[in-house]
C-alpha cells in the first residue's frame, strides 16, 4: 500500500514517488501484536515480572543483538560486492542502519534475510534452552525490528523480480529506497 505522488529525475530515468505506508503499518501491527503476547504469556504459566535485573538484561541483551544483527547485512554485503558500506545509527528510527549503494534483487533478498539465520535461530535455541522471558522479549523485538526487511524482501520477489535496489540517502539521512526495474521503470519509495 503506498500514496502516489510525482514523478522525479534520477540517473536520467524518470522515478515515480511514492509513499510507503505497508511498512510503518506492520511495524505499528507489530507493536500491538507484541504487547497481546507478552499480556497473554502470563495465562500460560510464564513469569512476565519484570524486575530492573530483567530490564537491564534486556536492554543490554537487545543491543548486542542489533549490533549482530546489522554486522550480519555488513558482512554479506562485502561479500557479494565490493562497494563501500556504511555503519550509521539513526535516532529518528531508534535503530542501526546499513547504508548501501545499489544492490541486484537476489543480493537484497540474501542480505535481508542473513540475520534470520545468525541471530533469529540462535536465539529461538537459546529460548528453548532456558525459557527465559527476557530471552523471549529479545526475540519478539527482534522479529518486529526485522520485518522492514522481512517486507520488502517480500514485496520484490513479488512486483519486483530481476529489479535492483537503491537507498535513498539526502543530507545524510535514510529517507526510502529506489526500485530499479528490468524494463528501466523507476520508483522512489520514501519513508
Given at each position: 500500500m503506498?500514496?502516489?505522488?510525482?514523478?522525479?529525475?534520477?540517473?536520467?530515468?524518470?522515478?515515480?514517488?511514492?509513499?510507503?505506508?505497508?511498512?510503518?503499518?506492520?511495524?505499528?501491527?507489530?507493536?500491538?501484536?507484541?504487547?497481546?503476547?507478552?499480556?497473554?504469556?502470563?495465562?500460560?504459566?510464564?513469569?512476565?515480572?519484570?524486575?530492573?535485573?530483567?530490564?537491564?538484561?534486556?536492554?543490554?541483551?537487545?543491543i548486542v543483538v542489533t549490533v549482530l544483527h546489522e554486522i550480519t547485512h555488513y558482512m554479506v554485503i562485502k561479500l557479494f560486492t565490493k562497494q563501500s558500506v556504511k555503519l550509521k545509527f539513526y535516532f529518528k528510527y531508534m535503530a542501526l542502519i546499513i547504508?548501501?549503494?545499489?544492490?541486484?534483487?537476489?543480493?537484497?533478498?540474501?542480505?535481508?534475510?542473513?540475520?534470520?539465520?545468525?541471530?533469529?535461530?540462535p536465539l529461538i535455541i537459546l529460548y528453548f534452552e532456558t525459557w527465559s522471558f527476557t530471552i523471549l522479549l529479545i526475540l519478539i523485538y527482534h522479529t518486529l525490528a526485522s520485518l522492514p526487511d522481512l517486507v520488502l524482501s517480500i514485496k520484490i520477489i513479488l512486483m519486483f523480480k530481476n529489479s535492483s535496489v537503491k537507498m535513498y540517502v539526502?543530507?545524510?539521512?535514510?529517507?526510502?529506497?529506489?526500485?530499479?526495474?528490468?524494463?528501466?521503470?523507476?520508483?522512489?519509495?520514501?519513508?
Open positions: 503506498v500514496l502516489t505522488g510525482v514523478l522525479l529525475k534520477f540517473k536520467n530515468t524518470i522515478c515515480l514517488v511514492k509513499k510507503e505506508v505497508l511498512t510503518p503499518l506492520l511495524i505499528i501491527l507489530g507493536l500491538i501484536t507484541s504487547f497481546i503476547i507478552i499480556s497473554s504469556l502470563e495465562f500460560y504459566g510464564i513469569n512476565t515480572e519484570i524486575s530492573f535485573p530483567t530490564l537491564l538484561f534486556f536492554v543490554i541483551g537487545f547504508i548501501y549503494d545499489e544492490l541486484k534483487w537476489n543480493q537484497y533478498i540474501v542480505t535481508a534475510i542473513s540475520p534470520q539465520f545468525t541471530v533469529e535461530i539526502e543530507n545524510n539521512r535514510v529517507k526510502g529506497y529506489y526500485v530499479f526495474k528490468e524494463n528501466g521503470e523507476c520508483i522512489q519509495y520514501l519513508f
